[in-house]
């Protein structure tokens, strides 16, 4: 790992300030950032920990949306009783990284097999920045890339509740991240279906599967589609076939535990 | 360089440490604490399991500086006061939990943090909560056998 400075501010602008300087980079729970730079994938000059300012702490619940600061870690999701969504991050990795790991810094990286990028996707949430409110239908922007400009800071995610939700994980055994996860939303204005891990642009909508579901919401009303393997991931772990086939299957199981 | 300070296993240490300094290094380096074993280093295997602040985390994938100000426990932290194994440490030894022993320290830490959360845990629940912690030579059998005894012990 190249050597990097280090500073923990404890207001967002200090953050921002402290972002501002020439390759720097946001360390939040570090679970993916820090194995990065030990491969040298990545080299900052200076790494700022989010962890350490409390306005991205905590959770709150009002007028139908839970919202999350950004530096909640996983394990804090987990235990507060939020149906799918606490169900999903205690799914996340290992014990040992849902400690760490925080949902701000999960959305930032947009790893393609992540799990939280699903469930923010199928419920439409708002991701809110230091600077902005981006659109989870706007957030996510290809494979570790998002709408964040350079030095933006997550701050909280705003999740709509919906009336019924499910996340189903099809579990890469070694490193736990989804092979395939899809999430099914049903939201007051209709069911949103989102899927993580097959495609080689990231988390995206399954719009075919929400318009037979908003017409008859069954796992039999996805029965007749198929999904294309074209633009699926491929990997040891999976062919594009393979995939498409389990976006199918995860969306009817969802569907039927919704 | 930064300077920080923290306890492990109760005392106060202090040292100074590059950014890049990774918190299993700096127990092993500078405080000579060599039971926080690295098997992998690259967050895998849970050889470098270690408590912070009460909870598991896994010391090659945290930096000493995010460590600053805190509480660790280590496996040298474990023992009881007289020297004499834990009621983990001692189900481990008894129920052959352990073959090489490369991956004890992480094992009796994730079972420590399991045990305080959870008193009476499924087979199941230990299986999950040692999914970040690798063994290579046990097949799990003997490590279940001892969590479950521990559990019953510390009832």
Redesign the interface.
């Known amino acids: 790992?190249?050597?990097?400075?280090?500073e923990?501010p404890s207001t967002v602008a200090d953050a921002v300030a402290a972002l501002a300087s020439e390759d720097a980079q946001a360390l939040a729970g570090?679970?993916t950032l820090?194995?990065t730079?030990?491969q040298r994938l990545a080299a900052p000059s200076k790494?700022v920990?989010l962890?350490g300012i409390a306005d991205l702490q905590g959770i709150s619940h009002s007028d139908g949306v839970l919202t999350i600061g950004a530096a909640t870690t996983h394990?804090e999701v987990a235990a507060g009783g939020y149906g799918s969504l606490s169900v999903l991050a205690g799914n996340i990795?290992?014990?040992?990284?849902r400690?760490?790991g925080t949902i701000g810094g999960s959305l930032a990286n947009n790893d393609p097999s992540a799990d939280y990028p699903a469930a923010v996707l199928a419920t439409g949430a708002t991701i809110n920045t230091n600077a902005r409110s981006i659109k989870a239908d706007d957030f996510f922007d290809g494979i570790f890339t998002t709408a964040l400009e350079e030095g933006e800071i997550i701050t909280s995610v705003a999740f709509p509740i919906p009336e019924a939700s499910c996340y189903e994980k099809f579990e890469q055994p070694?490193s736990?991240f989804a092979l395939v996860g899809v999430c099914v939303a049903k939201m007051a204005g209709g069911v949103r279906v989102a899927v993580t891990g097959a495609s080689e642009e990231g988390v995206h909508r399954w719009r075919e599967a929400e318009t037979a579901l908003n017409a008859n919401f069954s796992a039999d009303a996805i029965a007749d589609l198929s999904v294309s393997a074209d633009g699926l991931i491929s990997d040891l772990h999976g062919t594009p076939k393979y995939r498409a086939n389990l976006v199918k299957v995860l969306t009817a199981r969802a569907v039927a535990n919704c | 360089m930064s300077s920080i300070s923290m306890t492990v296993n109760g005392k106060t240490v202090s040292g100074e440490v590059e950014g890049r300094t990774l918190l299993s290094q700096f127990l092993r380096e500078d405080l000579l604490l060599t039971g926080t074993h690295i098997g992998c280093d690259t967050s895998q295997c849970g050889a470098c399991s270690v408590h912070v602040d009460g909870k598991l985390v896994k010391g090659c994938t945290m930096l000493a500086v995010e460590a600053d100000g805190a509480a660790v426990t280590t496996i040298e932290g474990m023992a009881n006061e007289d020297g004499s194994l834990s009621i983990i440490q001692a189900a481990f030894q008894e129920h052959h939990g352990l073959q090489c022993g490369f991956c004890t320290p992480g094992m009796v830490m994730a079972t420590d943090s399991l045990l305080k959360s959870n008193s009476d845990p499924s087979e199941a629940e230990i299986r999950k909560h040692l999914s970040g912690n690798i063994c290579r030579c046990t097949g799990y059998h003997n490590i279940i056998k001892s969590i479950q005894a521990a559990a019953s012990q510390l009832g």
């Open positions: 790992m190249h050597n990097f400075d280090f923990k570090g679970q820090i194995p730079l030990k790494l920990s962890t394990v990795g290992d014990p040992a990284v400690n760490r070694a736990r």
